[in-house]
């Protein structure tokens, strides 16, 4: 595998494209390109980059709307160099605030930007250092527990990918599928396990269910309940095993298994779509502890469904 | 000089506008042109901002529209609760005489789609 800096150059101007590619190109880095935001927003979710360089004025998504996308997506993970034709202060504030790694000035000065490319690699490859570091191990477990009344205080499949992106090596397609694994095994782990709520009470307005789910987090015997979230990334077996227990009062799990297994999904007003996503995006599903504990396990290498 | 800086002012308030690291990584820009209403659902559609999908179909459920055209190339995945949106909004919209078509559809949501058979309900193309 080649150890140059991936580097994804993102300009509406072709002129602007094909030099820079020429400029790093010789500079030593592998260069991929973009024409417009949302084309760059598609690549970085299919391939992996060290860095991207992006213009502010393209015509669609802009650069500052691009850099807050994948500041929401990525956080600080993937260094974006803003380019531009004028240096307006406001512009300027703006881009730092929403975390530009670097601002370059149009016409691009080639010793400034092959200089600032230079120094954010060297500081990627310092944060690289502890994905290595896993990358040595044969195992590495994560285990949360956390109490009903801070539950919607976090999104815990945010604090996931950020641990799958810094610390493993994941293609973006198989970290997509386990998100959602996360959110249907944590989400039903609270609304349902936890807080006990119907199918009803689930389909009211987000505020409507926001005042209801404050309201049971008063019982003290909700309020004290514990989800337990864990995962463990195997890397004998290339393979990540997620597992969430609530303390409620579990669920017949055995008959919705049979029925995804037939392949029956689609009821308009029912549920047990949760289920059917969680088998079909894994490679194994089991349930535990009378429906209380859910647990997946799911390639690291291909999305490929292996269930059976 | 001063279009471009118009054109600046107006991408930076966007920007400005929808930036906020606590909001999920989900966007949804909704359009109305007679009475096609059009959606394009951006990033991950999961249980933490499934309302905001909730109460876009709330504005197109008021609205004229016959026909809700969805634009899901970039929605990289969705999640059950989400799907039951769609679905609840699904047979409220048909009863009163609305279509739904997905226009384009991502790999992963195709893919969803096929496996939840709503390819059976609408239209679902795929790129």
Not at chain 1, 159 to 188: A, H, P, T, W
Not at chain 1, 283 to 304: N, W
Request: hydrophobic content about 40%; proline content about 1%; overall charge negative.
């Amino acid at each position: 595998m080649s150890n140059k800096a991936k580097i994804l150059v993102v300009d509406d101007s072709i002129a602007i494209v094909n030099s820079l590619r020429s400029i790093l190109g010789i500079s030593g880095y592998d260069v991929d390109t973009a024409y417009s935001g949302s084309d760059a927003l598609r690549k970085i979710h299919m391939k992996e980059y060290d860095l991207v360089i992006c213009d502010i004025e393209m015509p669609g998504l802009s650069g500052l709307e691009f850099l807050g996308k994948v500041r929401e997506d990525f956080e600080r993970d993937l260094d974006v160099i803003l380019m531009t034709g004028y240096l307006e202060h406001d512009y300027f504030i703006e881009a730092i605030r929403l975390g530009a790694s670097d601002f370059i000035r149009k016409p691009i000065d080639t010793k400034q930007i092959v200089s600032s490319i230079r120094e954010l690699i060297f500081r990627k490859r310092n944060r690289d250092d502890k994905t290595e570091f896993f990358g040595h191990l044969n195992k590495a477990n994560f285990c949360f527990e956390m109490p009903a009344k801070n539950f919607s205080k976090v999104a815990l499949s945010k604090i996931f990918s950020s641990y799958m992106r810094q610390y493993f090596k994941v293609g973006s397609k198989v970290l997509n599928e386990l998100l959602i694994c996360v959110d249907e095994m944590v989400y039903n782990a609270f609304i349902h396990g936890t807080l006990n709520l119907s199918l009803d009470e689930r389909a009211l307005s987000h505020e409507a269910l926001q005042e209801l789910i404050e309201l049971r987090l008063q019982d003290p015997n909700i309020n004290q309940r514990k989800v337990k979230f864990a995962f463990v990334v195997d890397n004998l077996q290339q393979n990540i095993e997620i597992s969430v227990e609530d303390e409620g009062d579990g669920f017949e799990y055995q008959n919705w298994l049979k029925s995804v297994k037939k392949g029956q999904f689609l009821e308009i007003d029912g549920h047990g779509r949760g289920i059917a996503m969680l088998y079909h995006l894994s490679d194994k599903l089991s349930f535990g502890k009378q429906g209380k504990s859910v647990r997946i396990v799911k390639s690291l290498v291909s999305s490929e469904s292996s269930n059976a | 000089m001063q279009n471009k800086l118009d054109k600046l002012n107006k991408n930076y308030k966007n920007a400005h506008y929808r930036i906020n690291p606590k909001e999920n990584t989900m966007t949804i820009d909704l359009t109305f042109n007679d009475n096609i209403a059009s959606m394009k659902i951006d990033g991950i559609l999961n249980s933490e901002n499934a309302h905001i999908l909730q109460e876009k179909l709330g504005e197109v459920m008021q609205s004229n529209a016959t026909l809700l055209e969805l634009d899901l190339l970039d929605c990289r995945n969705i999640s059950s609760t989400g799907i039951g949106k769609i679905l609840l909004f699904y047979k409220d919209f048909i009863s009163k005489g609305g279509e739904i078509e997905v226009v384009r559809s991502s790999n992963s949501v195709y893919e969803l789609f096929s496996m939840l058979k709503l390819n059976q309900l609408f239209t679902v193309n795929l790129g």
